[in-house]
Nanobody
Framework: QEQLVESGGGLVQAGGSLRLSCAASGIIVSLSTTGWYRQAPGKQRELVAFITRTRMTNYANSVKGRFTISRDNDKNTVYLQMNSLKPEDTAVYYC?????WGKGTLVTVSS
């Protein structure tokens, strides 16, 4: 069964760091683009970062220089390293690969 499972969310103070993981099963994430999205309360879901099959990466302007997306092909997992977190980063973070979505992991950044 194809699924993506996010983990690593939690409560962190502003300026802190978290690393999110997106573990895939039944899907080979290295074959296409995988993205991290987030949705804050009352807001639309937005793209945070993505990594392509060839490991090209791209980031939303709001997270450039603070977040890093990476992929471990052996573990079939995509990561999002989040540094210098701000309260406005508070959201549910979702992993996406082609038509597959995870259920999300909550990140809360306190001021």
């Amino acid at each position: 069964q194809e699924q993506l499972v996010e983990s690593g969310g939690g409560l962190v103070q502003a300026g802190g760091s978290l690393r999110l993981s997106c573990a895939a099963s039944g899907i080979i994430v290295s074959l296409s683009t995988t993205g991290w999205y987030r949705q804050a309360p009352g807001k639309q879901r937005e793209l945070v970062a993505f990594i392509t099959r060839t490991r090209m990466t791209n980031y939303a302007n709001s997270v450039k220089g603070r977040f890093t997306i990476s992929r471990d092909n052996d573990k079939n997992t995509v990561y999002l390293q989040m540094n210098s977190l701000k309260p406005e980063d508070t959201a549910v973070y979702y992993c996406n690969h082609v038509q597959y979505w995870g259920k999300g992991t909550l990140v809360t950044v306190s001021s």
